[in-house]
C-alpha cells in the first residue's frame, strides 16, 4: 500500500476521532443547560417541563394530574399528538391551574368547542410545553376554566362551560380557586403508586370539597392495577431508552470504523513487511528448439543441401515457427 494513502488513512480518521469528540462536547454542553430550575427562565423562548409517548395505562385524566403537580408558572400548554400526525391538539394553562384557551391544529373549532375536541384526541405522544416571556397566545385565552373542576367532570363533560368557569375575584388574583401547594414528597420512583394517586399529594394542603374527595374514591377504584408506574416514570423511561438507543447506534459505528481501519492498516503493515521479498518465477524459455534466422537462412540457401535436407529443413522452420508462436500464447 502506497504510503500516500496510508497518511489519507490517517488523516480521516483523526478527523472522525474529532467529530465525534465534538458531538460528545455539545451533547454535554446541552444536558447542562437542561439543568436548571424547574420554573421557566425570562432568557428562554420554550422549554419543554415532561413528554412521552402513550402507554396502555396512561390516559388525559393522568396528563391533567400530572400538570396539576407540576404547576408550571407563566403560559404553557399541553399538547396531544395522534399516531398518524394527522391530529394535533393543544390546551392551554395558566399557572399549571386554570385553562385559558385550546386549539386543534388545521381546524376551525375554537373556545369550549375545541376544547371538548382537544380532550378527546386519541394521542401518542404528549409534551408540556413551558411558554418564556413575552410570548403571546393571540387570540386563543377566551376560556377561563378551572383544571380541578375539568378534571372533575372529565368522564362526563357538561355541555355549558358555566359549569366549569372560574369565579373571577378581587380578592384572590388567580381567581376563585384556593391556593394549591403542590406535594414535594412524591416518590415517583415508585412502582406499586397509582398514577391518580398524585393529586392527592397536589392537593393535600388545601381544603378538599366532599365532591372532590369522591372524585378521588373513584378513580382509586376504577384504578384495577395498583402496580402500574406512574406516568412521570413511563416519560423518564421513555426518554432513556431513545437515549440508549443513540448510544447504541454510535457505539456501534464506532466498532465498525475502528476494524476498518484495523484491516486497512493491517494490509499496510504486512505489504511493507513481505510485499518487497515476493518475486515473481523467471519465464522459461526453450532455446533449444528456437534458431536463430541466419542459422535457418544458412541452411536455406547452402548448396550441399538438396531434395531431402531442404525438405527436413523447411518442416523444422515450421515446427520451429509454430512453437514459437504457443510459447507467445503461454505467456
Given at each position: 500500500?502506497?504510503?500516500?494513502?496510508?497518511?489519507?488513512?490517517?488523516?480521516?480518521?483523526?478527523?472522525?476521532?474529532?467529530?465525534?469528540?465534538?458531538?460528545?462536547?455539545?451533547?454535554?454542553?446541552?444536558?447542562?443547560?437542561?439543568?436548571?430550575?424547574?420554573?421557566?427562565?425570562?432568557?428562554?423562548?420554550?422549554?419543554?417541563?415532561?413528554?412521552?409517548?402513550?402507554?396502555?395505562?396512561?390516559?388525559?385524566?393522568?396528563?391533567?394530574?400530572?400538570?396539576?403537580?407540576?404547576?408550571?408558572?407563566?403560559?404553557?400548554?399541553?399538547?396531544?399528538?395522534?399516531?398518524?400526525?394527522?391530529?394535533?391538539?393543544?390546551?392551554?394553562?395558566?399557572?399549571?391551574?386554570?385553562?385559558?384557551?385550546?386549539?386543534?391544529?388545521?381546524?376551525?373549532?375554537?373556545?369550549?368547542?375545541?376544547?371538548?375536541?382537544?380532550?378527546?384526541?386519541?394521542?401518542?405522544?404528549?409534551?408540556?410545553?413551558?411558554?418564556?416571556?413575552?410570548?403571546?397566545?393571540?387570540?386563543?385565552?377566551?376560556?377561563?376554566?378551572?383544571?380541578?373542576?375539568?378534571?372533575?367532570?372529565?368522564?362526563?363533560?357538561?355541555?355549558?362551560?358555566?359549569?366549569?368557569?372560574?369565579?373571577?375575584g378581587p380578592e384572590n388574583g388567580t381567581g376563585?380557586?384556593?391556593?394549591?401547594?403542590?406535594?414535594?414528597?412524591?416518590?415517583?420512583?415508585?412502582?406499586?403508586?397509582?398514577?391518580?394517586?398524585?393529586?392527592?399529594?397536589?392537593?393535600?394542603?388545601?381544603?378538599?370539597?366532599?365532591?372532590?374527595?369522591?372524585?378521588?374514591?373513584?378513580?382509586?377504584?376504577?384504578?384495577?392495577?395498583?402496580?402500574?408506574?406512574?406516568?412521570?416514570?413511563?416519560?423518564?423511561?421513555?426518554?432513556?431508552?431513545?437515549?440508549?438507543?443513540?448510544?447504541?447506534?454510535?457505539?456501534?459505528?464506532?466498532?465498525?470504523?475502528?476494524?476498518?481501519?484495523?484491516?486497512?492498516?493491517?494490509?499496510?503493515?504486512?505489504?511493507?513487511?513481505?510485499?518487497?521479498?515476493?518475486?515473481?518465477?523467471?519465464?522459461?524459455?526453450?532455446?533449444?528448439?528456437?534458431?536463430?534466422?541466419?542459422?535457418?537462412?544458412?541452411?536455406?540457401?547452402?548448396?550441399?543441401?538438396?531434395?531431402?535436407?531442404?525438405?527436413?529443413?523447411?518442416?523444422?522452420?515450421?515446427?520451429?515457427?509454430?512453437?514459437?508462436?504457443?510459447?507467445?500464447?503461454?505467456?
Amino acid at each position: 500500500m502506497p504510503p500516500i494513502f496510508c497518511r489519507r488513512v490517517r488523516k480521516e480518521t483523526a478527523n472522525r476521532a474529532s467529530a465525534i469528540r465534538l458531538f460528545w462536547v455539545k451533547t454535554a454542553l446541552i444536558n447542562l443547560l437542561k439543568k436548571g430550575p424547574n420554573e421557566v427562565s425570562y432568557f428562554k423562548r420554550m422549554d419543554t417541563l415532561f413528554e412521552g409517548q402513550r402507554e396502555s395505562n396512561v390516559a388525559m385524566q393522568d396528563l391533567l394530574a400530572r400538570v396539576l403537580e407540576v404547576q408550571p408558572a407563566g403560559l404553557s400548554y399541553l399538547r396531544v399528538v395522534s399516531a398518524d400526525k394527522q391530529v394535533e391538539g393543544r390546551i392551554y394553562f395558566q399557572d399549571g391551574r386554570r385553562i385559558i384557551g385550546a386549539s386543534l391544529v388545521e381546524s376551525p373549532l375554537s373556545g369550549y368547542e375545541a376544547l371538548r375536541a382537544a380532550l378527546q384526541v386519541d394521542f401518542n405522544t404528549f409534551a408540556l410545553i413551558g411558554i418564556g416571556h413575552g410570548q403571546s397566545l393571540g387570540g386563543q385565552t377566551a376560556l377561563r376554566v378551572d383544571a380541578l373542576a375539568l378534571l372533575r367532570r372529565l368522564d362526563d363533560l357538561p355541555a355549558d362551560i358555566s359549569e366549569l368557569s372560574v369565579a373571577e375575584g378581587p380578592e384572590n388574583g388567580t381567581g376563585g380557586y384556593p391556593n394549591l401547594q403542590v406535594g414535594i414528597n412524591v416518590d415517583e420512583h415508585s412502582d406499586d403508586q397509582p398514577a391518580i394517586s398524585r393529586i392527592s399529594d397536589v392537593v393535600k394542603d388545601a381544603e378538599m370539597s366532599s365532591e372532590l374527595q369522591e372524585l378521588l374514591n373513584q378513580r382509586m377504584v376504577k384504578t384495577s392495577a395498583p402496580d402500574k408506574p406512574p406516568a412521570s416514570n413511563q416519560v423518564k423511561a421513555f426518554s432513556k431508552a431513545r437515549k440508549f438507543e443513540a448510544r447504541k447506534g454510535l457505539r456501534q459505528a464506532l466498532l465498525v470504523s475502528s476494524a476498518l481501519v484495523a484491516i486497512i492498516c493491517g494490509g499496510a503493515f504486512l505489504y511493507k513487511q513481505f510485499g518487497s521479498n515476493i518475486q515473481m518465477p523467471p519465464k522459461k524459455i526453450l532455446s533449444s528448439t528456437i534458431r536463430p534466422r541466419s542459422e535457418v537462412s544458412s541452411i536455406k540457401m547452402h548448396p550441399a543441401n538438396s531434395g531431402s535436407n531442404a525438405k527436413r529443413t523447411e518442416g523444422t522452420t515450421l515446427d520451429a515457427k509454430q512453437r514459437t508462436s504457443t510459447q507467445r500464447r503461454r505467456f
